[in-house]
């Protein structure tokens, strides 16, 4: 058959695009970034898994000694018939980490150090080692020492992949009940959480009360404040010497009632922004349908409102959700003794120095996290499009009683969220609670706290600039590159799959596995562990899903026609980028430069396990000082980090407002 004959036939060839030079080497970009997330996500999640399913105990077989009191060398034993001899160890205190040590001497009962004894020490087989004082022997002879010089020898636990330290973890009690916990406070939390934000919003959206301005301000205020802030307003309100303390009726605020407010707290304003956005894109044809058929207001709210809202309801759910198991710093603060999965994490790591139990509870952790973020992205799949070009944008029509409910309700919310953070900043303020009320700054002395001083200030600010920096130029050259780039669609692929990892990853879970890669000392990049580097990573890496989005979404707004365009006109893909595509996209690259600021003066959970002491931060002094008992210094730590964001926040409005003028115009044509 003849090609003009398969043409008319109406089974045309398929021409696949061509990729030109430009296209090969934004697709060199976007490899670079991928390799970038494989070292800092991939690669760190991967060690920490393998640590997981990593268990280590002492092999007694292994160990040969022989003794030498001055009338020859005795017949060779080894340490396990020499512990069944002496009944010292049982299997199970056997069971050690990675970094686990036995001395010898343990098995000899009348070792002395001045003893004229001799001993010899070996390996049967040598997968294992012993340490003479710093030097790592891992050899198979026969090794002499004095008794002076045998007491320095420890011998290290041999290694073995299994799934013993899951059962370990399901089998312990305490350890199990944190999964009940964290699922209990998260549900909980989500239920109360949403359904406060959906009456915001709606009271926001669906009514003409007075202050709309003032109460969204107010709503994004947990935003500037890192996670432990409202856990150490909840101590001052309902502690044991607490203002209100008698308004709980004697409960204790230390625990899940402590935990779900502080929640409530810190999650809301991340559930109000995606249910408003929800309810902001309502057809009003379908409200004036309802009232044409004469429906109650309340059966228009379940048959209009609610099916329009219902994905944006689910994806707040699930955004709430994750945010709750995964926080570390709240139940921290005020979660006594009701253990949640984060704090396991720190005390296993940080309390005990078990680095695979540590691992176990990370990989626990990332399950419900990973489900979460999974359905989430499965219901915004099946969403479908509330608007189209006949859409007629609903206005609320006055109603005075509804309004005043409203502007009620609202007020409640306003109060709640202003009042803990006026409670902070009352602590900050006073000399000692609750004998001395009087006023003072000494609470700012922060050089005479443990936090790390004024530098812990200095470094949350360096910190958040360079995350600021750092990241949005690499987050922004990614997404323009994944999106404009012809072709290759395995590797865009590849690439939109590692950018969307980081938001289902919670902070602990990254901050622990970066210990396992990083402070490998096998791993070239050991040398940025313990530095700002390491923290600065770690944070644009945390926070690089929500930031791809936001560029990604502001790059779909361009039509495809410009890169025709210069295409046509012989011009590279840089200079497009530079004149045209960095321009008209510049608010929303200060949009993800303010994002980055902000959340990397607030995060605790993923920089605790990364810090050092000349990099103390801010988020960190506040969880110290508390540990410390500092409660006040504390609080004030913490309001310096909100009104900082404050501040940032206030520059970005005003520069944000200049660039509108002078790179924007065009969009008022």
Sequence with gaps: MTESATIAAGAAPLIKPRTSKDDRVMVGFILVICLYLLITLAFPLYAMLSKSFSTYAFDLTNFEFQV?????????????????????????????????????????????????????????RGDTSFLFGTERVDDTDWHEYSSNDFRRIVIRPSGAT?????????????????????????????????????????ALNRSRMRFKGLFRLIAMIPILVPSLLPGIALVYLFGNQGMIKGLLFGESIYGPIGIVMGSVFFTFPH?????????????????????????????????????????????????????????????????????????????????QQNFEMGAVVSVVLLVPALLAFGIDRYVQKKQVAQLSARSVPYVPKPHKQFDRICLGYCSLIAIFIVGLIAVCQYAALIKFWPYNLSFSLDNYNFKVMDGGGWDSYTNSIQLGLYTALAGTVIVFIGAYMVE?????????SSFQFLAMMPMAIPGMVLGLAYIFFFNNPDNPLNTIYGTLLIMVICTVTHFYTVSHLTAVTALKQMDREFESVAASLKQPFHKLFSKVTVPVCLPSILDISIYLFVNAMTTVSAVIFLYSPDTTLASVAVLNMDDAGDVAPAAAMGMMIFYTNVGARLIHQFVSRNVVRRTQAWRGN
Aim: no cysteine; proline share 4%.
């Design 484 to 492: 404009k780039t012809n072709g290759f669609f395995a590797t865009r």
């Design 68 to 124: 030498n009191t001055g009338d020859g060398w005795s017949e060779t034993f080894n340490a396990a018939e020499q512990n069944e001899k002496i009944q010292k160890f049982k299997p199970e205190d056997l069971v050690t980490s990675s970094d686990g040590r036995l001395a010898p001497t343990e098995f000899f009962p009348e070792f002395s150090f001045r003893s004229p004894t001799l001993y010899k020490l070996r390996q049967v």
């Design 162 to 202: 299994g799934l013993d330290n899951f059962r370990t973890y399901f089998s312990t009690p305490a350890l199990f009940r944190s999964i009940e916990n964290s699922l209990f406070i998260s549900i909980l939390s989500t239920i109360i959480t949403v359904s406060l934000a959906f009456w915001f919003a709606y």
């Design 271 to 351: 559930a109000l922004i995606i249910i408003t956005t929800a309810l902001a894109i309502s057809d009003g044809r379908l409200y004036e349908a309802a009232t044409a058929l004469r429906a109650s207001r309340w059966r228009t709210f379940w048959t209009v409102t609610i099916p329009g809202a219902r994905y944006g309801l689910i994806s707040a759910a699930f955004v709430v959700f994750n945010l709750v198991i995964t926080d570390f710093g709240l139940p921290k603060v005020i979660g006594g003794q009701y253990n949640m999965l984060a704090v396991d994490i720190y005390k296993q790591v940080i309390g």
